[in-house]
């Protein structure tokens, strides 16, 4: 069976009243059968948008080619090959193709590498199939589908709601709305635009209230969400990291483009061969070009994804590694992170504060049948209910009114063995205290007048400064209806009592706490507890406790006021989830780069808003979605190894653009000043290029490098200025070593031009192999002991370059057996680079960046 067309490209669903969609789609309320949700996912595909699928091998190797540079290249050597010039035509394209294909290699395994770390972290949907709710992920969910929906769920197609209790979905991604939006079945008008679709629920929206059942009309490219990404071909935001690789892209562009331009037009000025001219032109723009530093980036990522996967830390961005390695604060919650995360229910009292079997009776009720949220605190109520043999026998759910983040409650309306109904409500004590009209005083009943409420305030401020988190319970008898019972009915309340719990700090919270403080991560707690409760657990695991926050005080605070007060203040209590959202940006605005870390649906504003959005595989499906990074486990140790793991992604990046600059830019810029005076082009293009192709080999062992203390022991972050002048004084350096060359050459050993080309082949890319072993750390290079591939890649490729000179093939490139003197002479400068960019080094770590 089939649905006869698909409703989403023809019909307007919305305009339908739910039993007519059912009919349209072919489906039912019991759901698809097994073979029928198969055939349906084979005709209409996976559940999942075009845009985010990653590129085959062929688009990979493709995109290789991107580089306008090399497509110039390429159309040179076409040139030659028309101008007969076969050999150097043939050396060029060689080495480009060779360049090519090491670079697609090497990104080809790390994107494998990094699919099969995603894939570790799936978003499911409850599916209803044959009449059973089973978990699936979401991409197999198809049209006819009927999934069931709670707080905290991610929708994962567009959808017509066929039942819904209190259900609100906040929907801002596709319309702007501020707030959550009340959903429920129904129809509306054919014309109604996307915010007037009142029964209807988008792919990519997430649940903040309440409970549904949803019938799916369209999936993948074929929902709102699909088509405006579509559209837009939309991508996270680029990381600071990222913008500041396409500045010193734009600026390298620029610099190259004026060394091209200069080159060409005095080589032909000075009535050279033009294409040999245009050849060595752009061979200098390949050569100044860090072309690998896309295939580095994705290497050092996956690199840095492969390790911190292993410590238990999933990259579901990759981009956002380099910022985990730059945060400074790192905002959290503090169920389970600073604390164990084993709710424990330490009592149920009575108004009076003494010990409740009643009060813990009508909480095990409340808990026990609610469908909403599952939450540790219910599941604590149970088991304390469990052991105090609380009988729930001729005790049925008649209805439910679910949980959300305004009246901070719930309510649970059950029946006895009698068929009398009573209405419990649990929640916050301030909110469930303003329902209540009386107390449960024994067996009697009192007015909850302003005495008694003090008397409760007293109790609730003493158990909040001891740490305990306090709950009310209150009740009362309702009548029979058929109808649903709604927030309406939770008034004229009858308060019974408070629920005290407990969850303790963990013991290794203190030194982590410690340990992040050394690396310059300062802690910031962000919780929907009171005030009392969170300055208690602060103390309690050492978190300096400056200055405390409440929603109530952001209320009151200015935006402009917030910058100020958010950055002297260490928690934050009783905020909400755009409370918490206020808070991260007003950091964000004071240059700071900022985690969050939480795993419940009100944290979802805070962790899409944040710099680094971090979150637990047992979190809801909203914030995993709106994570950079999966734990595996809530432990902030975990978070600090991956923080570590971030700086050294970042240094090895770093590491390869520091070698680039240094070595790249200088005999690039020398080549191109000899150009003009000598009577010979210094190197031939084919030279240049293998120059370049066989300094890349080891450049890609950076990735794996061994990373020094220094460089993780702070937050680093991109700075313009300081590769400026990284590449102004090093640049120097090199170009000083290569005009010393230049006059060894010429003067020294009165060589022609192709035992010259040989002689400056090999010494300028014997340079370009060891500054990498130097600029790699700050310190003596001596001192830090790199990796051993990026060691041994370095070494055999010197030893290559040694050799070519008297390889059989060597004169395919022009190059001829050098007299051992003249070898020794270019080592011998070779060695004095290396104790000049040491002597640099000290001198810029030392003077201009501290």
């Known amino acids: 069976m089939r649905p006869r067309r698909d409703m989403g490209e023809t019909d307007a669903y919305w305009s339908l009243q739910p039993e007519q969609s059912l009919a349209r789609l072919q489906a039912d309320r019991g759901g698809l059968g097994a073979p029928e949700a198969a055939s349906r996912l084979a005709r209409y595909g996976l559940n999942s948008l075009e845009a985010t699928r990653r590129a085959g091998a062929f688009g990979l190797f493709a995109s290789q080619f991107k580089n306008p540079l090399v497509l110039i290249l390429i159309g040179a050597s076409a040139v030659s090959l028309a101008a007969s010039e076969w050999v150097d035509a043939a050396v060029v394209l060689l080495v480009v193709f060779g360049s090519t294909i090491l670079g697609f290699v090497q990104e080809y395994i790390a994107g494998n590498a990094i699919e099969k770390l995603r894939s570790q972290v799936t978003i499911n949907s409850r599916v209803v199939r044959g009449g059973v709710t089973v978990s699936l992920p979401s991409d197999q969910v198809v049209p006819g589908d009927v999934v069931e929906l709670a707080a905290g769920s991610r929708v994962p197609a567009d959808a017509v709601v066929l039942e819904a209790r209190d259900f609100f979905v906040s929907q801002a991604v596709l319309t702007g709305e501020t707030f959550p939006v009340e959903k429920m079945p129904g129809a509306v008008a054919t014309d109604a635009g996307l915010a007037e679709r009142t029964n209807c629920v988008f792919m990519g929206t997430s649940v903040r ?62 009535a050279r061969p033009p294409i040999a001219s245009l050849l060595f032109a752009l061979a200098l723009a390949v050569g100044l070009t860090p072309e690998l530093l896309p295939a580095i980036i994705s290497i050092t990522l996956s690199h840095g994804a492969r390790r911190m996967a292993k410590l238990g830390v999933i990259v579901r961005r990759l981009n956002a590694i380099e910022n985990l390695g730059s945060m400074d604060v790192l905002c959290t919650d503090k169920t389970g992170t600073l604390t164990a995360g084993i709710v424990q229910l330490d009592g149920a009292f009575d108004v009076a504060g003494q010990p409740s079997a009643q009060v813990l009776r009508l909480a095990c009720i409340n808990a026990r049948f609610q469908t909403g949220m599952a939450n540790p605190l219910d599941e604590a109520v149970g088991r304390a209910a469990d052991g105090a043999h609380v009988d729930l026998a001729g005790c049925s759910k008649i209805d439910e009114i679910p949980y959300d983040f305004v009246r901070k409650s719930m309510s649970v309306v059950s029946a006895d063995a009698a068929g009398r109904r009573t209405l419990v409500t649990k929640g916050a004590l301030a909110n469930v205290l303003g329902m209540c009209v009386s107390m449960q005083a024994g067996a009697a009943m009192l007015p909850l007048d302003a005495p008694a409420k003090a008397r409760i305030d007293r109790l609730y401020e003493d158990w909040s400064g001891q740490g305990f988190r306090v709950l009310g319970v209150a009740s009362r008898a309702v009548d029979d209806r058929s109808t649903a019972y709604t927030r309406a009915d939770e008034g004229g309340l009858c308060f019974a009592g408070f629920l005290l719990f407990l969850d303790p700090p963990k013991d290794d919270v203190r030194q982590t706490i410690v340990d992040l403080a050394q690396r310059g991560v300062n802690l910031k707690m962000i919780t929907g507890d009171n005030a009392k409760v969170a300055r208690h657990v602060a103390q309690a695991i050492g978190l300096p406790v400056a200055v405390t926050l409440t929603g109530r005080d952001l209320n009151a605070m200015s935006d402009e006021a917030l910058l100020h007060s958010a950055q002297q203040a260490t928690v934050f209590a009783e905020m909400d989830p755009n409370q918490k959202e206020r808070v991260i940006l007003a950091l964000r605005k004071t240059g700071h780069v900022v985690g969050y870390m939480g795993d419940g649906i009100n944290d979802a504003p805070a962790l899409h808003t944040a710099d680094v959005g971090i979150s637990v595989d047992t979190a809801v499906d909203v914030a995993k979605d709106a994570a950079d990074f999966v734990l595996l486990r809530k432990d902030l140790a975990i978070l600090r190894e991956g923080i570590d793991e971030g700086r050294r992604t970042f240094a090895n990046t770093l590491k390869y653009i520091l070698t680039t600059i240094s070595a790249n830019f200088g005999n690039m810029f020398s080549m191109a000043v000899a150009s003009v005076f000598l009577p010979f082009l210094p190197l031939l293009a084919s030279q240049v290029l293998l120059n370049n192709f066989l300094s890349d080999i080891p450049a890609t062992a950076i990735a794996g490098d061994n990373v020094d203390a220094d460089w993780v022991a702070t937050p680093r972050r991109w700075d313009t200025k300081f590769i400026r002048d990284y590449m102004v004084l090093f640049g120097l350096v090199s170009s000083v070593f290569d005009f010393l060359a230049f006059g060894v050459l010429l003067w020294l050993f009165q060589a022609a031009a192709e035992e010259f080309r040989t002689g400056w082949f090999i010494e300028s890319l014997l340079t370009e192999l060891v500054i990498a072993l130097v600029v790699r750390t700050r310190g003596p290079f001596w001192r830090s002991r790199p990796g051993k591939l990026l060691l041994a890649s370095t070494c055999a490729v010197i030893a290559l370059t040694l050799a070519l000179p008297y390889l059989p093939f060597a004169q395919v490139f022009g190059f001829v057996p050098l007299p051992a003197p003249l070898m020794l002479a270019m080592i011998v400068l070779t060695l004095a680079y290396v104790g000049a960019a040491e002597v640099a080094k000290k001198y810029f770590y030392g003077r201009l960046h501290p």
């Open 209 to 270: 209230s309440g409970t549904a059942r949803v019938l799916v009309a369209t999936t993948g490219k074929a929902t709102v969400f699909g088509q405006i990404a579509g559209k837009l071909a939309l991508r996270p935001p680029l990381t600071e990291f990222e913008r500041g690789v396409h500045r010193f892209g734009y600026l390298l562009t620029r610099v190259m483009l004026a060394m091209v331009v200069v080159v060409l037009a005095i080589n032909i000025f000075m």
